[in-house]
Each structure stands twice: as structure tokens, then as C-alpha cells.
């Protein structure tokens, strides 16, 4: 296995829910980058034989959540406030509709676009709308029980500056409507893990990750981008989370180019952009497309990022033995990357990490009910 010492950067181009056993009713300890939480009550707790699990992966550009059964599932984060005398449009699971007990109604997902106008998860704090982001993609058992106990592993780029304000907003009972279905669930507990460790787990479950050295997961996000050192042990040595920088802002670079915007009259939606960047390099359904000069913004974007990163590890780049490129907006660059020796690129990268989120249920398993 080669090293990074002498890397040169890489020109790029163009549920239901599994229910598992548990055997402790206490408290998990927090360790370094996670938090584990249990509902408080008056009651006694006692521990219940199996209990749903749900893991989350609420982005910027899109909501992932997974149960353990089939593929994991996506929720566009982008919604739209009705008000009071306005009716919804058709809603689904894709698309949910959601009805606060205050009276308040979001859509979710691309039916939003149908308004017009929506509210961008991505030039919002995403951390303050951790509640309505999980009332998206809960789901009920067995397409009937919504009813239910629940617990739910979550990632955020940060968990020491953001896992307490999260498990306020999620821990306990949560009633609301989706899709014209009464909810009440309660969260009995969560654990709240670094975005991005969850595709590390996912990636050496399937051999990706070396048995020595350190490895450099970048995470390429809608809005953000992070990277991870970790060691072969799996602990996390050092970080770099950058609040700006994901997919967004190549979206945005483009969504300014005249090549757009003289034929669309102004200028374009980056939002709209970065939903191209799935489809064809495509402005929505104008026809208008960008593919043949993606290379002239992508080349510096991608190179800007994996400079930060050389600069960031400097110290450790001769122990580096691999580089895991992961998060939704890897795609963009994974063609050429796939060639290179240190480097592997996520498949389905989109999942990676919620997908590991769901395997790292294995470490801590804790349901709590009252009676």
C-alpha cells in the first residue's frame, strides 16, 4: 500500500423499521464525537425486548433515513410553508406532507416546487430544524402502526457544538400528522455521531479501509464539506469542518454564468442547479444545460478542497493509505478519482453514511418504555 507523501491532486472532469434485542437499560456513556442520550420520565423505566431503529441523515440537500430493510430512503430538504387557506398539493412518502399540532402544515421534497416559493435546508440552519426533518421521515410500521417507541441514530458535522440542541429537539414524545396520519412516537433514546464516520464504518465493513495507516475521509455535502483523520482503530485524530464550501457553492458559481443566464433573462437558481448536478447537468426542464463546461468550475472547486486538506494533515500525509470520498456531492468527481491507488470513492455515496449510521446500532442498543 502506497502513501501520500508525494500525492499529486487529481484533475477532475466531466422501511419499516428493523427491530432489534437489547440488553441494558442504563445510560450510555458519551465518548470523543458522540453523544447517547435516554428519555428522562417520572416513571421507572424498564427494558423492552426489541425496539425500532432509525437512523438519519438529515443534509442540506437531502434527507436520508434508513431502517434496516431495502434501500435506504431520500426526502429532498427543501419545503414549503402553507398557509392557513391554502390547500396542499398531492403529497407521498417522498413528499410528505406534515401538520404540527399548532395548526402549522410544511411540505416536503420536490413537491414543494410546486408553490411558489420554498424554504432551502441549505441556506438555513439545519440544526434548528432537526424536529420537522425527522417528522419527514418517520414512517409507519408496517404501513400502519404509528404508534410507537423509537431509537434513533443521528449525524451532524459537529456534535460537541450541536449534539445537545439536537437531543432537546428529538428525545421524548413527538405528536404531529403526515400524509393525514396521526403520529405519536417517542424517541426512548439517540445517539448523536460525526457526519461522515458513518461511511468510515460503511467502507471498512466492505474492505475499503487499510489495516494500517491513516486514513483522510472527505465528505462532500450540498452546503458543507468535513474531513476526518482516523487511525486504523477507527478514533478520530484530528478534523476539519468547513460551514461553506459543499456542492452549493459550485452550484452557485455556475448558476451566474452567462451561458445560463442570457437565455433564462436572470440568473439561475444554484438550488435548481444542484438538482441538475443528478440529472444530466440540466437547468430543470429549460433544456439548458452546462455539461460541456462543468470541467471550468469544477476543476478549482475540487482542487480548492483537496488543497485545504493537504495543508490541514501536512504532518501525517507520509501515514495516509487511503482517501475516502464520500457524501452526495462526490459523484461529481469520482470518474477520475477511481483511478488513482490511495483514493476510494463511496458507491452509492449519497447512503454511505447513513447506511453506516445504521451498522453503528450495533455498539449501543437502548430502548426505554414507562409503565
Avoid at 225 to 244: F, H, K, P, S, Y
Amino acid at each position: 500500500m502506497g502513501t501520500a507523501g508525494s500525492l499529486s491532486v487529481p484533475v477532475p472532469s466531466s422501511h419499516h423499521y428493523e427491530s432489534v434485542m437489547t440488553t441494558t437499560s442504563s445510560t450510555p456513556k458519551a465518548r470523543s464525537g458522540r453523544s447517547s442520550t435516554a428519555a428522562k420520565g417520572g416513571a421507572t423505566p424498564v427494558v423492552s425486548a426489541t425496539c425500532p431503529v432509525l437512523a438519519l441523515d438529515a443534509g442540506n440537500y437531502d434527507l436520508k433515513f434508513y431502517g434496516g430493510d431495502g434501500h435506504p430512503k431520500a426526502i429532498r430538504s427543501v419545503r414549503y410553508q402553507l398557509p392557513q387557506g391554502r390547500d396542499a398539493v398531492s403529497y407521498s412518502s417522498a413528499s410528505p406532507l406534515i401538520e404540527l399540532s399548532d395548526g402549522r402544515r410544511f411540505h416536503f421534497g420536490a413537491q414543494s416546487y410546486k408553490y411558489r416559493r420554498q424554504q432551502q435546508t441549505v441556506i438555513e440552519n439545519k440544526v434548528e430544524l432537526a424536529r420537522l426533518h425527522l417528522y419527514a421521515c418517520l414512517e409507519p410500521l408496517g404501513e400502519e402502526i404509528a404508534d410507537y417507541n423509537l431509537n434513533l441514530l443521528v449525524s451532524t458535522p459537529d456534535p460537541a457544538r450541536h449534539g445537545e440542541a439536537i437531543q432537546e429537539q428529538l428525545l421524548g414524545l413527538h405528536e404531529f400528522t403526515r400524509n393525514g396520519v396521526p403520529f405519536r412516537v417517542t424517541v426512548a433514546s439517540m445517539q448523536v455521531e460525526r457526519e461522515g464516520m458513518g461511511a468510515y464504518h460503511y467502507a471498512r465493513g466492505q474492505g475499503l479501509i487499510p489495516g494500517n495507516g491513516y486514513t483522510i475521509v472527505i465528505d462532500i455535502g450540498g452546503g458543507t464539506w468535513l474531513t476526518r483523520l482516523v487511525d486504523a482503530a477507527g478514533e478520530v485524530i484530528d478534523e476539519n469542518i468547513m460551514d461553506r464550501g459543499g456542492t452549493y457553492e459550485l452550484a452557485t458559481a455556475i448558476s451566474f454564468d452567462r451561458r445560463l443566464t442570457d437565455h433564462l433573462g436572470n440568473s439561475a437558481d444554484p438550488c435548481i442547479v444542484m438538482d441538475g448536478f443528478r440529472v444530466d447537468h440540466v437547468y430543470a426542464d429549460t433544456g439548458l444545460a452546462w455539461k460541456d463546461w462543468l470541467d471550468e468550475y469544477l476543476d478549482p472547486w475540487f482542487k480548492g478542497i483537496f488543497q485545504t486538506v493537504k495543508a490541514q494533515y501536512t504532518p501525517y500525509m507520509p501515514r495516509v493509505t487511503r482517501f475516502l470520498v464520500t457524501g452526495g456531492g462526490s459523484h461529481l468527481i469520482a470518474e477520475r478519482l477511481q483511478g488513482h491507488p490511495l483514493f476510494a470513492v463511496m458507491g452509492d455515496p449519497q447512503f454511505a453514511n447513513v447506511r453506516g449510521l445504521f451498522l453503528m446500532t450495533q455498539d449501543t442498543q437502548l430502548c426505554m418504555t414507562t409503565k
